[in-house]
Nanobody
Framework: QVQLVESGGGLVQAGGSLRLSCAAS?????????MGWYRQAPGKQRELVAA???????NYADSVKGRFTMSRDNAKNTLALQMNSLKPEDTAVYYC????????????WGQGTQVTVSS
């Protein structure tokens, strides 16, 4: 099993910054082959924000490129998302996810952290 705990959400004005963190623990953390951040806004489907593989390959949603930066510390089993130049449309619950099986689906999810950007 993998447990994921997010932190760092909150309320910020447009143009501001927030940093999200995700701590991974559990018996299968050494089987993780990719991690990512997803978000879900009210009335919308959950969408990928950014993902990173064990090999270091990253993938960002077009809507956040140039504003968000993801980093992973394998020694500490943590994942971070630095969010700059935040916009009201970034308002959502942000989830950390981890994948242990081959393929594209994520197997484990955190409880989510709310990010609210006011205009």
């Amino acid at each position: 099993q993998v447990q994921l705990v997010e932190s760092g959400g909150g309320l910020v004005q447009a143009g501001g910054s927030l940093r999200l963190s995700c701590a991974a623990s559990g018996s299968k953390i050494f089987s993780i082959n990719a991690m990512g951040w997803y978000r879900q806004a009210p009335g919308k489907q959950r969408e990928l924000v950014a993902a990173i593989t064990n090999g270091g390959s990253t993938n960002y949603a077009d809507s956040v490129k140039g504003r968000f930066t993801m980093s992973r510390d394998n020694a500490k089993n943590t994942l971070a998302l630095q969010m700059n130049s935040l916009k009201p449309e970034d308002t959502a619950v942000y989830y950390c996810a981890a994948r242990v099986r081959p393929g594209r689906l994520y197997d484990y999810w955190g409880q989510g952290t709310q990010v609210t950007v006011s205009s």
